[in-house]
T-cell receptor, first 114, second 113 residues
Framework: NAGVTQTPKFQVLKTGQSMTLQCAQD?????MYWYRQDPGMGLRLIYY???????DKGEVPNGYNVSRLNKREFSLRLESAAPSQTSVYFC?????????????FGPGTRLLVL | DAKTTQPPSMDCAEGRAANLPCNHS???????VYWYRQIHSQGPQYIIH???NNETNEMASLIITEDRKSSTLILPHATLRDTAVYYC??????????????FGPGTRLSVLP
């Protein structure tokens, strides 16, 4: 049971390049999330997926797209990277065990856009 | 979701109890209190949560005041590995729309040798 995994761990892009951040969970969770974290700040929600086949915008969706490929996988795409998207990106999934729901986070992807 | 207020930083001596406060004066009756922590460069880690009763697990204890307007996370014997940013979050459980957890800036706990 690996929990939530993310690839790649690190990435350097030039302005205007595109890339996809991958996330997978093996806990059979319905809900999945993408957050970004800038230095000294808390996490801000980019997009989330309440269930397979659905996605919704979070607090800071501009410049990003997502795909919920199946129940396990939720990818985040930057079509044209900008320096303002330099950040650490965390994927999370949520258990829905009755009232005991909580979120589990991946190790993060560190992205630098030059 | 109710907003929370936490001190930006705290120090604690190794081996002593670390008591991290959180104010959530606008909490609603159906909102839970969650605590997460984030050790440098890692993803946030779930610690504990509760509704109105005090809770304890292998990591920590959560004390919620009777009026539920504040809570305290207690790490009974802090170690150097407990140095992290601690987030207090209040939110409704059983959210049918898959809403997120709102992470504020948290409290940076430094455990000192």
């Amino acid at each position: 049971n690996a929990g939530v995994t993310q690839t790649p761990k690190f990435q350097v892009l030039k302005t205007g390049q595109s890339m996809t951040l991958q996330c997978a969970q093996d806990m059979n969770h319905n809900s999945m999330y993408w957050y970004r974290q800038d230095p000294g700040m808390g996490l801000r929600l980019i997009y989330y997926s309440a269930s397979e086949g659905t996605t919704d915008k979070g607090e800071v969706p501009n410049g990003y797209n997502v795909s919920r490929l199946n129940k396990r996988e939720f990818s985040l795409r930057l079509e044209s990277a900008a320096p303002s998207q330099t950040s650490v990106y965390f994927c999370a999934s949520r258990s829905d065990r009755g009232f005991q729901e909580t979120q589990y986070f991946g190790p993060g992807t560190r992205l630098l856009v030059l | 979701d109710a907003k929370t207020t936490q001190p930006p930083s705290m120090d604690c001596a190794e081996g002593r109890a670390a008591n991290l406060p959180c104010n959530h004066s606008t909490i609603s009756g159906n909102e839970y209190v969650y605590w997460y922590r984030q050790i440098h460069s890692q993803g946030p880690q779930y610690i504990i949560h509760g509704l109105k009763n005090n809770e304890t697990n292998e990591m920590a204890s959560l004390i919620i005041t009777e009026d539920r307007k504040s809570s305290t996370l207690i790490l009974p014997h802090a170690t150097l590995r407990d140095t992290a940013v601690y987030y207090c979050i209040v939110r409704v459980a059983l959210d049918n729309y898959g809403q997120n957890f709102v992470f504020g800036p948290g409290t940076r706990l430094s455990v000192l040798p």
